[in-house]
């Protein structure tokens, strides 16, 4: 078994134990040594962001002092919900290693089914309403920022 993964599912052991959240663990490894590792703590932080993966990621982040991760990889126990995957894409990390996949997650409960169809446009969320408002101050915004002359681009 690779070592790394078997710290993601170490970590997710530390995470089921303790009520910390589903079971889920990641470690971010750069050069072949571990900047981060961490479980899933929704419940105890109360946090619904609070995934093995994003903690992972804002961990190691902190510890580089930059966002930009793509010099690293994540290992993590299970394949990345919609909002891990994204977390992973804007830290430009360019390798995820995952054991159990959507599918074995979904049959345990945790079933990320309606977010990849909506992404794909096939259904709307009845429960989620999006309301386009202001947009003529918002874009005000924007422009400040694109004409912003010391800003950095992530």
């Known amino acids: 078994m690779n070592t790394f993964m078997q710290m993601a599912i170490d970590e997710a052991r530390h995470g089921i134990k303790h009520n910390h959240g589903g079971p889920f663990g990641a470690i971010v490894v750069k050069d072949g040594k571990v900047l981060s590792k961490t ?6 932080n109360n946090d619904p962001t609070a995934h093995a993966e994003v903690l992972a990621i804002r961990q190691a982040s902190e510890i580089l002092e930059r966002f930009d991760l793509s010099d690293c ?9 919609p909002m891990c995957l ?6 430009r990390i360019k390798t995820v290693y995952y054991g159990s996949n959507k599918i074995d997650v979904a049959s345990i409960g945790f079933d990320d089914s309606l977010f990849y169809r909506y992404i794909r446009g096939e259904t709307q969320d009845q429960g989620l309403k999006l309301v386009n408002t202001d947009r003529d101050e918002c874009l005000k915004l924007l422009r400040e920022w694109s004409e912003k002359s010391d800003k950095q681009m992530y």
């Not at 479980?39 to 105890?44: D, G, T």
């Not at 990889?73 to 919900?81: D, G, V």
């Open 39 to 44: 479980h899933n703590e929704v419940l105890k």
């Open 73 to 81: 990889e994540i290992y993590t126990s299970s394949e990345p919900c």
């Open 86 to 91: 994204a977390a992973i894409y804007w830290a």
